[in-house]
């Protein structure tokens, strides 16, 4: 049971990636996916969920509005598309399954139950 994310790259601000998180060892449409960042120095932090059950999806404040998560499951694929990125969006990238999640008055999200780690893929937003 894996999970691969990949995707990004170097970017200019204002520009845009795709990243992907393909899971191998089970299917994917049933757990819910979680989307994280660790930028260096700094703590991991969720960005994006999407619900197994519902497709239901919730985001960070700091990237509502610019970030969109989708599931393909014919292709057993979570997608997290990156729009308007910002240098602050400059991070190692990565997925996992998730039991839960809550949004906090704060605009950040709490995750529960995170497993499945694998790999992330690091995004550069640099001129």
């Known amino acids: 049971v894996q999970l691969q994310a990949s995707g990004g790259g170097l970017v200019q601000p204002g520009g845009s990636l795709r990243l992907s998180c393909v899971a191998s060892g089970f299917t994917l ?4 996916i979680g989307w994280f ?3 260096p120095g700094k703590e991991r932090e ?3 969920c999407i619900s ?3 497709g239901s ?3 960070a ?3 509502k509005g610019r970030f969109t998560i989708s599931r393909d499951n014919a292709k057993n694929t979570v997608y997290l598309q990156m729009n308007s990125l910002k240098p602050d969006d400059t991070a190692l990238y990565s997925c996992a399954t998730i039991s839960a999640v809550a949004e906090l008055s704060d605009g950040n999200l709490m995750i529960y139950g ?3 780690w694998g790999k992330g893929t690091l995004v550069t937003v640099s001129s």
Do not use: E, I, M
């Open 29 to 32: 449409n049933r757990p819910a």
């Open 37 to 39: 960042r660790q930028a």
């Open 46 to 48: 969720a960005v994006s």
């Open 52 to 54: 197994g059950r519902d």
């Open 57 to 59: 999806t919730n985001y």
């Open 61 to 63: 404040d700091s990237v």
């Open 114 to 116: 995170a497993a499945n």
